[in-house]
Every structure is written in structure tokens, then in C-alpha cells.
């Protein structure tokens, strides 16, 4: 004897909005999800077991979120994952309370329950967004997606691609990804490396293209840990933007570059093999090569190549040519094995290697391991701050800084261009400096998530 109405309402939903006020049904019918959980994907070539990740909508890797220039990006995040996480927009100069840091812009969701991420696209580039609580097992799951901006004018080239490049650590008879997220050997050394290499959750990706078209590749290093060093085999072209930031003068690519864990580059480049030949995206030319993307030639566009491209329009940049008043910061970097680190303090006491190590935290900096109550730096509004980075390991370290791009100073002190993630080798040390323009609480740390994990983790404060 159910009426027409209590049936509605038993079976939830439509009649359950009906009785929500007028603006809190229009945010649900407006606001897109971003639907984080566990599923099945064919990630292993076929013939191999399927593989259950954890990812943002059902593909492996993705969806890409894809907004104009000063658009907001709006997403509900809803968690049906079995732990606690939350949304980075890595690269966006955005508002702090969006920046998605679990312990330190926002309390992670708890699974079952969503948070309403609203956040400006100021600049236009290549971003992307991933987990930003538990992320050295997270990411390595795969939550992670390609998070893009275009320019209010689209550039003069044929096709605009994505090239998400990721390794994965399986197991070959299962499909599994093994569970060793924690294992000192990955924390202590050179991260958590995967043996499965993919470009946007390929094992094989191949776009047909013709001869003499402009391909914009947007390639992003998504790994945990694995620098990839990249080269080109019948194209060729230019470097436009590191880190979503176009450069003001396009460079010829080079030869090799490499790509630390959460960099990215946008190449714009032609098409120049010849019909019915591959041309190629990899690390070609080393015996332990392997190969990122395909692009087999089919016919051509067009007789001749293109001009030399524009330059991209720059994005906003901040002025930080004045260091004279420059707040000076130091930060060192210190541990892992074979390192020198003796102790350490760590949750506000000094503590032996040995334990530091029993407790899964193997590096510091400037002596301090893992988030402290206060931040590494207190910078005012407006300030510009030159940091000295000295990378005192034997194994590279990603450094990402959250909420604003900084400029590496050459041996001369001319900056480069703005960047969000710099990649230091053993033994290396840079200048850097940025303006601290976007007050809140900014989480800087290794991008190489185990590292991140086991000591690599500080903030900086602006107010
Ligand atoms: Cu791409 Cu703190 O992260
Ligand atoms: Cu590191």
C-alpha cells in the first residue's frame, strides 16, 4: 500500500533532493564527481590477469580534467576507497584551503565521505592531480589524473596529447600490485621503482600520425620515484614549457632530457620520418631502452614543415628580480643509505639512525625528519625568498614546492625559467628563488613519495 510519494522516497534519491533547498540541488546537479575506488583494468598487455588499482573514474589512469584559462575547477571528490585520502592539483597556483594536504590544508576524507574541491585555473599548462594523503602507496595504486588548462587561444598545432608516463610494481602471474609500499630497501634508497612502464596506463601507445604535422606533447612523470630520461627518433621540434610554465623563448628539444617524479614538458614538435616509419618517444638509444610512445607515419600533411611556433603566452610572473632584501633560506638535505646521518630529530626529540631507521624514517632536512609543528620558513606576503637547496645524499630528490613556482639561478645568477619541481642529483646543489605571493600553509618535500614518507616532508608558511 506504498503511495506514488513514499515509494519514491524508499527507494532514495529523488524524492530525498526534492526535499533539499534550491541551491543545495543545483550544486549536486552541477558540481562533477571525482569518484575515487578500487577497480579492475587491463593494465598488463593482454593475455596477462587484470590488475585492481585504485584510480578517479574507471580508466587506469585519470579521467583528464580539462578547463579554459580562469576557469574554476569544481569536483566533488567522494572517497569509496578502503582509506582516508585527498585531491593535490599539482602545479596550480591556487587557493591553500583546495590544496588538497591531508594534516596540513585539510583533514583527509574518510572513506565514504566527499569534500567539495573549488579551485581557479589561473595559469594555463600542464598540471595534473593526484593523492596527497598516504601518497607513496596511493599514487603508486594509481590515483593520479592529467589535469590541463588551455589557453584562451588555442596554439597553432594538429593535435594536443597527453602522455601520462608511470611504472607500476606487479606481479607478473597475478596482476597484483605488490603490497611492499613501506619496505625500507625503497625508503632508504632510490624509492619505490615499479617494472611495469606505461604511458597513460599503456603498455604499448601508439597514435598514427601523418609526416610534417605539429604534435603538442604534454608529458608528465607520474611515477613514485623513476627519473625518465626521454629522447626523440624521427621528430623533432620545441621545448615550450617546464611545468606547465611556457619558457619565453622556445628551445630546440634536446637530445636527451629527463623528467623527475612530477615534472612535466611541453614539446611542440613535427612529424619528419617518413611514411610507413615509426617514429618514436623513449629512451632510445641505451641498451636498457624502452619505449614511451609510437607514432606510426601514414601519408602526410602537408609538403613542407612548419615555421619555428610562437612562444606560449607566458603565465602571470611574479617580479623576484630584487634579492637584495631577499629573505635567505637554507635547506640541506641529509640520509639514506650510504649517507651520513647519525641522528636526527624527529617529532621533537634527537634520535639515533638506528632508530629513526626501526621507525621507517631514513632522511632529513636540515636535520629535522618528517612535518614539524613549525614550518621550515615564515615568509611574509609579497616577499621573495632565495633558498640554497644542497642535496647531501647519494641518490636524486625530486623537490616539489606547493602553491608557487620558484626560478633555479645559473652559476652567474640568471634565473631560469619558473618551475615547481627541481630535480637534484647526488652531491648537487642550486639556488633558488620565488616569490612567496599565495599566503597559506605550502608543503615542500621529495616527490619521490617513499622518500616523502620517511622524512622528506616540510612546509613554509605565508602570512
Ligand atoms: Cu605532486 Cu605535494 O605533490
Ligand atoms: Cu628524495
Redesign the pocket.
Known amino acids: 500500500m506504498l503511495s506514488r510519494r513514499s515509494f519514491l522516497w524508499a527507494s532514495g534519491g529523488v524524492t530525498a533532493m526534492t526535499a533539499l533547498p534550491a541551491a543545495a540541488k543545483r550544486a549536486l546537479a552541477t558540481t562533477p564527481e571525482l569518484v575515487a575506488s578500487a577497480h579492475p583494468v587491463q593494465l598488463l598487455p593482454s593475455g596477462y590477469p587484470e590488475t585492481s588499482i585504485w584510480g578517479y573514474g574507471a580508466q587506469t589512469s585519470g579521467p583528464e580534467i580539462r578547463v579554459k584559462q580562469g576557469a574554476r575547477i569544481s569536483r566533488r571528490f567522494v572517497n569509496q576507497l578502503p582509506q582516508a585520502s585527498s585531491v593535490h592539483w599539482h602545479g596550480l597556483r591556487a587557493e591553500n584551503a583546495m590544496d588538497g594536504v591531508s594534516g596540513l590544508t585539510q583533514e583527509a576524507v574518510s572513506p565514504g565521505n566527499s569534500f567539495d574541491y573549488d579551485l581557479a585555473a589561473e595559469d594555463a599548462g600542464t598540471f595534473w592531480y593526484h593523492s596527497h594523503n598516504r601518497s607513496a602507496e596511493q599514487v603508486a595504486r594509481g590515483l593520479y589524473g592529467a589535469l590541463i588548462v588551455d589557453e584562451p587561444t588555442p596554439p597553432d598545432v594538429d593535435r594536443d596529447v597527453t602522455l601520462m608516463l608511470d611504472d607500476w610494481r606487479v606481479d607478473p602471474k597475478t596482476g597484483q600490485i605488490t603490497q611492499d609500499f613501506g619496505a625500507s630497501h625503497d625508503l632508504s634508497h632510490g ?1 619505490r621503482l615499479g617494472n611495469f612502464i606505461s604511458t597513460n596506463g599503456e603498455a604499448t601507445y601508439r597514435l598514427p600520425v601523418r609526416r610534417h604535422e605539429r604534435l603538442r606533447l604534454r608529458i608528465v612523470n607520474a611515477a613514485n620515484a623513476r627519473l625518465f630520461t626521454l629522447g626523440l627518433q624521427g621528430l623533432d621540434g620545441w621545448l615550450m614549457a617546464y611545468d606547465g610554465m611556457p619558457v619565453t623563448s622556445p628551445e630546440p628539444v634536446p637530445e636527451t632530457f629527463t623528467l623527475g617524479p612530477g615534472q612535466r614538458v611541453d614539446l611542440f614538435v613535427d612529424v619528419i620520418a617518413e611514411d610507413g616509419v615509426e617514429a618514436l618517444l623513449g629512451r632510445i638509444d641505451q641498451s636498457k631502452g624502452y619505449v614511451q610512445a609510437i607514432f606510426p607515419v601514414s601519408g602526410s600533411s602537408s609538403a613542407n614543415r612548419r615555421l619555428v611556433p610562437a612562444p606560449l603566452p607566458l603565465n602571470r610572473a611574479p617580479d623576484m628580480t630584487d634579492l637584495a632584501e631577499a629573505a635567505t633560506l637554507r635547506l640541506e ?1 641529509s640520509g639514506g643509505a650510504m649517507g651520513s646521518m647519525r641522528e636526527a630529530i624527529w617529532n621533537g626529540y634527537s634520535r639515533k639512525a638506528g632508530e629513526l631507521m626501526e621507525n621507517g624514517q631514513f ?1 632529513a632536512f636540515n636535520g629535522l625528519v618528517g612535518m614539524t609543528e613549525t614550518p621550515l620558513a615564515r615568509l611574509s606576503l609579497g616577499q621573495v625568498a632565495r633558498m640554497t637547496v644542497v642535496n647531501d645524499t647519494v ?4 623537490m616539489h614546492l606547493h602553491g608557487m613556482h620558484f626560478r633555479v639561478l645559473a652559476q652567474d645568477g640568471t634565473p631560469g625559467p619558473l618551475r615547481d619541481t627541481l630535480l637534484t642529483l647526488r652531491g648537487e646543489s642550486y639556488e633558488i628563488v620565488f616569490a612567496a605571493d599565495n599566503p597559506g600553509r605550502w608543503a615542500f618535500h ?3 613519495l617513499s ?2 614518507a620517511s622524512g ?1 616532508m616540510t612546509w613554509i608558511e605565508v602570512t
Do not use: E, S, T
Open positions: 624509492g638535505m632522511w641518490f636524486p630528490h625530486a621529495c616527490h619521490m622518500h616523502a622528506m
